[in-house]
Structure formats: structure tokens, C-alpha cells
């Protein structure tokens, strides 16, 4: 199994001066302690799950261009891309560019969006869920399109494209894995078996009950469209506050173990305290390793 980082928010101690060098030192130690992947979310306003809207919060694709820069080895992804941030065309391209200039070590994560007072806020367009699921369809075709040598006109219900050059291509090969978030049954994770490289999920400590049931329907859907079940890689976000009397390193083990029963390819975890960066380095020194053998 792999482990992965995400980095959800970015109020630090030193205050906004302080977080382009808090976030390369966070970056670079990651790398350094193996983790496979780091994640923001890409989101303009803070979420509240994580905090106040008002908090600090980085665009995404910029974020991930400055740990680019910081980093060697760790692949690079938004955790996920609401599908009506961003012209699809625009997004593969800037997708393409992240990989280029990384090496090949980019992801495109993409969602249906959902957060309504972020986008009313910045006079971003936030149609009804269901033509939210229309657009990330039609985003996916989009992406398969650009990320091919098939320079061609592309016509759908919401978006037309009139010349897919995507020039110069990703080196990832075939193309950077495409991961679509989310669990909902009907759509996402169809969605998943049609188009994606990857899936993503919640994976709560306390129960993987819920996890166990989403990886099966994943299974289903993969069946009714004559997609290899194993080709989809299935990663997971939970937390891990490895910290006095939150969770120990044994926690997160046992955590992990868990999931890679279930069938989880690649762990993602978003840490309270990694500013503190100690607890990144203990990662890499005791839980990396040993989840490797999973």
C-alpha cells in the first residue's frame, strides 16, 4: 500500500508571510519521507468541514506548480477539481502543464463540485447537481480527447471544443491518472468504471463498513461495462493526528492494514499538526515502511 498527503489547510503559525515557506518545508520532507503523492484540495474558499471560509486557502494548480518545484518524487494532484471551476479545456491543459513541468508526476482529480457559497461568491457557475454530473462526464470525454494524439472537433450538451491541441503532451504515459472523487453510487462511481484511473473515498477509523459497500458498487458498475475491477486504482482520505492521546503510529498501521484488506491501493491521509513537520518525518520513519508490505 501507499500513503499519500494532503494538505487541507494552510493556517500556520507565521501567518500568510510564513506559508510559502511552511509549505515547501512540508512538501520536501514529505518527499523525502516517501510519501507517493501530496494533495491539496482545490477549493477558493476555506471548507467547513476544515475551518472558516474566511481562512487562508491557496488556488489549487498554483499550489501544486510550488511543490512541484520543491519536490522530486511525490505525484501531484488536486483532491478534487469541482467540474464547474474551469473550462474542461482549460483544466486538462493546466493538468498537462503540471505534469511537463513536474516530470510525469501529476494526477487529474475531478468532481462534480459542490460547494455552493464558494461559487455564488466568486461568480463561479453552480448548475443543478444533476447537470454538475453532465458537465463531469463530458469533462472526462474532454480529457481522454486531449490526452491522445486526436486533434479533432468534440461537441456535447455543454461544452464544445472546436481543436483539442494539447500541445506539448503529458509525459506521464499514457496520461496523468485521472481520479474522480466521490461515492455516490448511481453516478460517481459509474463514472469511475466508464473514464477514471482512480477512484477516491472516505475511510473513517471507527467503521470501513461504508468503504467495504462503495469498493463492492464500484465492483458492480465495473462489471456492467466490461472494465478489469483492478485496473481502478482505489485510493482513500482519512486523518491522522499522530500526537499524544490522538493516534499513535500503531493507530494508523492498524488503520492502513484494514483498508488494504478491503482492497485499497493507496492511503491518503490529512494531518492536523503537519506544520509541525516532526510528524511527517515519524511517517516516514514507522508507518511508510511497514504499510509498504501490506
Not at 21 to 40: C, H, M, Q, T, Y
Not at 76 to 89: A, D, F, I, K
Not at 208 to 215: A, F, G, S, V, W
Not at 227 to 240: F, H, N, P, Q, S
Amino acid at each position: 500500500m501507499k500513503i499519500g498527503l494532503q494538505i487541507p489547510r494552510f493556517t500556520w503559525p507565521d501567518g500568510n508571510e510564513g506559508i510559502g515557506p511552511k509549505l515547501a518545508e512540508i512538501g520536501r520532507n514529505a518527499d523525502e519521507a516517501g510519501f507517493a503523492s501530496v494533495w491539496v484540495m482545490d477549493h477558493f474558499f476555506q471548507i467547513e468541514m476544515v475551518g472558516e471560509a474566511e481562512e487562508p486557502m491557496l488556488e489549487g494548480y498554483s499550489a501544486l506548480s510550488f511543490l512541484a518545484a520543491a519536490t522530486e518524487r511525490a505525484k501531484l494532484g488536486t483532491l478534487v477539481t469541482g467540474v464547474n471551476y474551469r473550462h474542461p479545456g482549460i483544466l486538462i491543459k493546466t493538468a498537462t502543464t503540471l505534469d511537463v513541468l513536474s516530470g510525469g508526476r501529476a494526477y487529474l482529480g475531478v468532481g462534480a463540485g459542490w460547494y455552493e457559497r464558494e461559487a455564488r461568491g466568486l461568480g463561479l457557475p453552480f448548475p443543478p447537481v444533476s447537470e454538475r454530473f453532465e458537465r463531469l462526464e463530458e469533462t472526462l470525454k474532454i480529457a481522454k480527447q486531449m490526452f491522445s494524439d486526436e486533434v479533432a472537433p468534440l461537441d456535447g450538451k455543454h461544452y464544445r471544443l472546436e481543436e483539442t491541441l494539447n500541445s506539448p503532451q503529458a509525459i506521464s504515459k499514457p496520461h496523468p491518472p485521472i481520479m474522480v472523487g466521490g461515492g455516490g453510487e448511481k453516478k460517481t462511481l459509474r463514472l469511475v468504471a466508464e473514464y477514471a484511473d482512480a477512484c477516491n473515498l472516505f475511510a473513517f477509523p471507527d467503521g470501513l463498513d461504508q468503504l467495504e459497500h462503495k469498493l463492492d458498487v464500484l465492483k458492480g458498475h465495473c462489471e456492467n461495462v466490461g472494465r478489469d475491477y483492478a485496473e481502478v486504482e482505489k485510493t482513500t482520505l482519512g486523518t491522522a493526528h499522530l500526537a499524544p492521546g490522538k493516534m499513535s503510529v500503531d493507530d494508523i498501521i492498524e488503520h492502513c492494514r484494514k483498508q488494504s484488506e478491503l482492497g485499497v491501493d493507496h492511503a491518503i491521509f490529512n494531518m492536523p499538526n503537519v506544520h509541525e513537520i516532526e510528524p511527517i518525518r515519524r511517517f516516514g520513519e514507522e508507518v511508510i515502511p511497514a504499510v509498504a508490505k501490506l
